[in-house]
């Protein structure tokens, strides 16, 4: 099946020409950044307009590009200057670099500011391995295991019934305890 400009076409009968992947206004065909966010003022070839962002975009009073010097001993962005989040009006600053705001009242706050983290189930931009949650509050035994994050039993196996090791018996701890607190 071929479109109108004799192009292939996709499942939904469109071609590259007819599609704007990333929203940006130019079609995928003539798009020579497919990737750009979402918002970002972009130029003719689809990529973004560095000038647009000599403007305060999201009016939190913090514009251009974002750059920063890292010092040697924390890793720490330091004389941050220019927006690290030109479209969210509540974050400007992102002093670990793990894409989340260090503006603790704002919209996507770090929770761990000066820690570079990828959580997100519990704390935001803290440590974790891998499963989204802060590895200081999992238990020792889960800790470094991307695949368990809880031990509601405290028997060492994570309940996580697909991941690594998974408790065999997770209800049976419970019911031992609670036959243990009758007595």
């Known amino acids: 099946m071929f479109t109108p400009n004799e192009e292939p076409a996709d499942v ?12 940006d206004g130019v079609m995928n065909d003539a798009d020579q950044c ?16 560095e000038t647009a962002l000599d403007t305060d975009l999201d009016g939190d009073g913090w514009k251009g590009n974002y750059s ?8 720490l962005r330091e004389n941050q200057i220019g927006d690290a989040f030109p479209l969210d ?27 570079h983290g990828l959580s997100f189930e519990d704390f935001l931009g803290c440590y974790d391995d ?3 949650w802060r590895d200081q509050f999992e238990p020792v035994s889960l800790r470094d295991n991307p695949t368990q994050w809880e031990d509601r039993d405290t028997d060492g196996y994570g309940d996580n019934a697909s991941g690594t090791n998974p408790d065999l018996c997770p ?12 007595k």
């Open 12 to 23: 939904n009968g469109c071609g590259d020409s007819q599609k704007d992947d990333d929203q």
């Open 34 to 49: 497919p990737d750009t966010t979402i918002g970002f003022p972009v130029d003719s070839d689809g990529c973004i307009d």
């Open 68 to 75: 920063f010097t890292v010092n040697s001993t924390t890793g």
């Open 89 to 115: 009006a509540t974050q400007w600053h992102d002093k670990d670099g793990d894409g989340y705001g260090d503006n603790l009242v704002g919209e996507n706050a770090d929770e761990c500011p000066e820690e």
């Open 130 to 132: 891998g499963d989204g």
């Open 171 to 182: 209800v049976l701890m419970d019911i031992q305890m609670a036959v243990l607190k009758k």
